[in-house]
């Protein structure tokens, strides 16, 4: 009877860790996506952990019916809600955030994800990906900047300093 009860008491926990860690994926994904309306919210199956989307009137919308850079801001908004359900400072690295992303979530990456996504990030970009506007307004939440710089000749890379020929004081 006790591991009957135990076992039920497991069912139940996961369950609701499965609803909160849903509905904080669902915040994050709303704070990220331009199109505010197209998912109302995400459910994670407490069984098998797999994640439903659902619109506004409740029905289920396919993740192959979303564009690229939606998959991606989907993405960060599941390691988003981990973060933030785990109720632990996990490190998070994102390899080339923003190039499958138009304007629009680019500006809201930067603006949204990069300052709340936790203490240590680490961000791989390439030189076109972040640059302009979008450098200068991650520029104040950046502790180290480093370009990995490919040498031809020596058939080697090395860590230099800065981001792109920009020091960290440039930013």
């Avoid at 991606?72 to 359900?85: D, F, P, R, T």
């Avoid at 500006?107 to 961000?123: C, D, I, K, M, T």
Wanted: charged fraction near 25%.
């Amino acid at each position: 009877m006790a591991l009957g009860v135990v076992r039920e008491f497991m069912r139940r926990l996961q369950a609701d860790k499965a609803g909160a860690l849903g509905r904080s994926i669902s915040e994050c994904l709303r704070l990220l996506l331009e199109k505010e309306s197209l998912i109302a919210s995400v459910r994670i199956d407490p069984e098998s952990l797999g994640i439903t989307l659902r619109d506004s009137q409740g029905g289920t919308i396919g993740k192959d019916g979303l564009s690229a850079g939606e998959r991606q801001m989907l993405a960060v908004a599941i390691l988003w809600g981990l973060a933030k359900s785990s109720g632990f400072a996990l490190p998070v690295i994102i390899d080339t955030p923003m190039a499958r992303l138009d304007s629009a979530h680019r500006e809201s990456f930067v603006e949204r994800y990069l300052p709340n996504a936790g203490e240590q990030v680490l961000v791989l970009s390439t030189n076109e990906e972040i640059s302009g506007r979008y450098l200068d307004e991650a520029a104040p939440h950046v502790s180290r900047a480093y370009t990995l710089q490919y040498d031809g000749a020596q058939k080697c890379s090395s860590i230099v300093p800065g981001y792109f020929g920009r020091r960290l004081s440039d930013l």
